[in-house]
């Protein structure tokens, strides 16, 4: 089925006490693509992908992951039904080797394949097979970032929740790890939910896009339709 949602995200509302930090967001996640949600520092790019990886409960509106209602399960819930969280690269065990982060990946899985998988991201990342005995804390920014997105696949993921893959990389390291998630969406059908502010590269690599503002999703379109567009040139890529 082309048009299967692996995620819908229904008029959520998400609060921090008094604040409203999502305000009636909807946005649906098909399967096989890579969606991204594009949006200025305090959009709330990270409150929607934390009410839709379990970290934070909506008060109004739902979630709903391969076709089962989620809002309201616990995050380690949520990575047994199939949803793996990509942190920020910096958030790999610093003393454990890389060969354990990326066995901490697979924590959920009882099938034999782990070999395989470890495998299979070697041949993405060869430098994490070159360093595989070596502590993830000794690993330079880009490596650690690598790192968590191995981490992630070792899951074998339904959903891989990607946030902000660029963050603290230099310009050449950012355009090689997102040739590598686009590779490993054409050819290991991962389907993504990327959160970045670096809306060029974003865009670049996405199917759709969603442009969040104050809580409110304010435009939605293919991703080469926002490259595009005037709004987009004006607010997120410095021109105008
Ligand atoms: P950034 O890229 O800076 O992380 P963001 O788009 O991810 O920005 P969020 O972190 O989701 O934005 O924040 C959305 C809004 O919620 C902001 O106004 C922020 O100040 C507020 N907010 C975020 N976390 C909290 C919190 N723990 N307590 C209160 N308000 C918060």
Same mark, same amino acid.
């Given at each position: 089925d082309l048009n299967h949602n692996v995620l819908e995200v229904r008029n959520v509302e998400t609060f921090y006490g008094p604040i409203m930090a999502l305000r009636g967001v909807s946005i649906d996640v098909p399967e096989g693509q890579i969606?991204?949600?594009l949006g200025a520092n305090g959009a709330g790019k990270t409150t929607l992908m934390k009410t839709v990886s379990g970290a934070l409960d909506p008060e109004k509106g739902t979630v709903s992951f391969l076709g089962e209602r989620v809002d309201g399960d616990e995050p380690d819930r949520m990575v047994r039904r199939g949803m793996a969280h990509v942190p920020e690269g910096r958030e790999v065990f610093p003393f454990l080797t890389v060969e354990e982060n990326l066995r901490l990946g697979a924590y959920t899985r009882r099938d034999g394949g782990i070999g395989d998988d470890m495998e299979m991201v070697f041949s993405y990342f060869p430098i994490l097979k070159e360093r595989r005995a070596q502590q993830a804390g000794t690993l330079s920014?880009?490596?650690?970032? +690598?790192? /968590?997105? @191995?981490? @992630?696949? +070792? /899951?074998?993921?339904?959903? +891989?929740?990607?946030?902000?893959?660029?963050?603290?990389?230099?310009?050449?390291?950012?355009?090689?790890?997102? /040739?590598?998630i686009r590779r490993l969406n054409e050819e290991q059908g991962v389907t993504m939910l990327l959160v970045e502010q670096n809306a060029q590269v974003a865009l670049n690599t996405a199917d759709f896009g969603y442009v969040l503002e104050i809580g409110r999703i304010v435009m939605a379109g293919e991703a080469s339709k926002l490259l595009g567009s005037e709004d987009i040139q004006e607010f997120y890529l410095g021109g105008g």
């Open positions: 969606v991204t949600i920014g880009g490596q650690q970032q +690598m790192l /968590a997105i @191995g981490r @992630g696949l +070792m /899951a074998r993921p339904r959903l +891989m929740l990607l946030d902000e893959p660029s963050l603290g990389l230099s310009p050449l390291l950012v355009q090689e790890i997102f /040739a590598i």
